[in-house]
């Protein structure tokens, strides 16, 4: 698979620089000849429709016959952005500054300056920008003799290998020293080749190294790209729980009831089918149902008896543009529910911006939107 993404990626770097070559030859002719300002700016912002347009049908051609084409093609574009597109503006803006037009080099020097921070920030620096965010949530009601209780909520690793990145998020994970610990899926993902088994022998040594127990249990659900995913809890204390629930005593007699859901359940659109697992449930003083995508709360099947629900599988989009949020989340949902704790029609839903990123063949990327370890403080 690597070397079929790879062969795909150089014939569209190839395409691409030939294109670049072909706009900046055309600078060289122009340049003795501009005059207008009007006219310099109508050739610039052509020239960045042409190299856009060309980018986008080239990564479309390729991506076609590279694994994952969505993933591929994003990624695609992402190089041409962060790779012939700085070389390109930087180009440009040093023909300018020969010419002595040293105001107008100004805008495309800084349009590859400002290209390489977004580089430095979303392929180096944000992505591994752990936070630990905590959310208060009063489920009290007011009542005199209300307790808290601290739920860690850890979602989508999609880790490809255990390195020092994941060996710190599980230490941060333990040291928040939680009364009640929730994994909502995704745990392992290979990038363009498959997962080596060592990667899960890593993964499950992690995790009892740092500890990561909590009084009152550990609850897992499956995510979209795990497969034999309880053998990876296997005798590491963590309860499985697809389409079942686990009764939980909590201090002062109270009790809680988590209801796990399949990765299929969890983005249904069949009320029929959410009704069923969340009606075979006991009644609790507190009933959470954990779940991988956040889009079943959309159908509002038998949700009315829920107090919380905990979800992940959007990474808060992973992608943040400033004023406009994220392009794209992969859920239904309205985009404002990607990532925190909001309301959901009266309903608390809290969606993980995860720990890690895509894999696959999608571009390694995170941007305004770092990931997170999260805290529910719930007073019941």
């Known amino acids: 698979m690597a070397l079929r993404f790879w062969s795909v990626a150089l014939a569209f770097h190839v395409g691409l620089i030939l294109v670049s070559i072909a706009i900046g030859r055309c600078w060289l002719r122009r340049m003795p000849g501009v005059k207008r300002v009007a006219q310099w700016w109508g050739w610039l912002i052509g020239d960045a429709c042409r190299f856009g347009a ?25 190089q041409a952005l962060f790779g012939e597109a700085i ?22 020097g800084l349009l590859a300056i400002l290209l390489t921070l977004v580089y430095v920030e979303a392929y180096h620096r944000c992505p591994y920008d752990l936070q630990v965010r905590r959310h208060p949530l009063d489920l009290s009601g007011g009542r005199a003799d209300a307790r808290t209780l601290r739920v860690l909520h850890l979602s ?9 990145y994941q060996e710190r998020a599980i230490r941060m994970a333990a040291q928040q020293r939680a009364d009640l610990i929730v994994f909502t899926g995704d745990y392992l993902q290979g990038r363009l080749d498959s997962l080596s088994p060592q990667v899960a022998a890593d993964f499950r040594a992690l ?18 790209v795990d497969s034999d995913w309880q053998s990876l809890f296997a005798g590491l204390g963590v309860t499985c729980l ?10 002062g007699r109270r009790s809680l009831v988590v209801i796990g859901l399949s990765a299929w359940l969890s983005r249904s659109r069949d009320p029929a089918a959410l009704s069923r697992v969340i009606d075979a449930a006991p009644s609790a003083d507190l009933r ?6 956040p889009d079943f709360v959309d159908t ?23 004023l406009l949020g994220p392009p794209l989340t992969l859920s239904r949902l ?6 925190g704790l909001n309301s959901f029609e009266g309903m608390p839903l809290h969606v993980s911006c995860g720990i890690g990123m895509e894999r696959l063949s999608a571009p390694q990327i995170r941007f305004l939107c770092p990931p997170e370890i999260c805290i529910l403080e719930l007073r019941y």
């Open 54 to 78: 060309a980018a986008l049908l080239l990564a479309v051609a390729a991506g076609v016959f590279a694994p994952w084409p969505p993933g591929a093609i994003t990624r695609l574009l992402c």
């Open 87 to 108: 070389l390109l503006a930087a180009w440009i803006a040093a023909l300018h500054f020969q010419c002595g037009w040293r105001a107008r080099a100004s805008l495309p």
């Open 156 to 164: 989508d690793f999609q880790s490809h290998v255990i390195g020092a």
């Open 207 to 224: 995790l009892r190294h740092e500890a990561l127990r909590a009084p009152l249990g550990v609850y897992a659900v499956q995510g979209d």
């Open 242 to 251: 697809v389409d079942d629930f686990a009764r939980v005593t909590l201090p």
């Open 288 to 293: 959470v149902v954990i779940g991988h995508a």
């Open 300 to 322: 509002r099947a038998g949700l009315r008896r829920i107090d919380l629900v905990l979800a992940g599988h959007t990474h808060g989009g992973q992608v943040v543009l400033p």
């Open 334 to 339: 309205p985009r404002r529910f990607a990532g």
